[in-house]
Nanobody, 123 residues
Framework: QVQLVESGGGLVQPGGSLRLSCTAS????????MGWYRQAPGKQRELVAV???????NYADSVKGRFTISRDNAKNTVSLQMNSLKPEDTAVYYC?????????????????WGQGTQVTVSS
């Protein structure tokens, strides 16, 4: 079993910054991809940014140059530094991870989601 716990959401004015963090805990053998998705009201959930265990990254075009994703593999954490925030960045942000779990001598892969954290950009 695994748990992803997010922190760092909130209300910020346009042009401001926020930093989201997510920590995975449980019987984790390894984490391949770890990243962030978001879902605005009335819209589908969309990729924001992901990072591999080797720190390769991929960003949505809408956040390139403004958001930076980083991982600490030793701590099973992923962070998202969000700068120059815009009202259209308002959404619930979800941490996501593709993990290999270990139970005794058995290993298996799963995809897990956090509970979500609200980011609101408004004046």
């Amino acid at each position: 079993q695994v748990q992803l716990v997010e922190s760092g959401g909130g209300l910020v004015q346009p042009g401001g910054s926020l930093r989201l963090s997510c920590t995975a805990s449980g019987s984790i053998f390894s984490i391949n991809l770890m990243g962030w998705y978001r879902q605005a009201p009335g819209k589908q959930r969309e990729l924001v940014a992901v990072a591999t265990s080797g720190s390769s990254t991929n960003y949505a075009d809408s956040v390139k140059g403004r958001f930076t994703i980083s991982r600490d593999n030793a701590k099973n954490t992923v962070s998202l530094q969000m700068n120059s925030l815009k009202p259209e960045d308002t959404a619930v942000y979800y941490c996501n991870a593709d993990l290999t779990l270990e139970n005794g001598n058995r290993r298996y892969s799963i995809r897990s989601w956090g509970q979500g954290t609200q980011v609101t950009v408004s004046s």
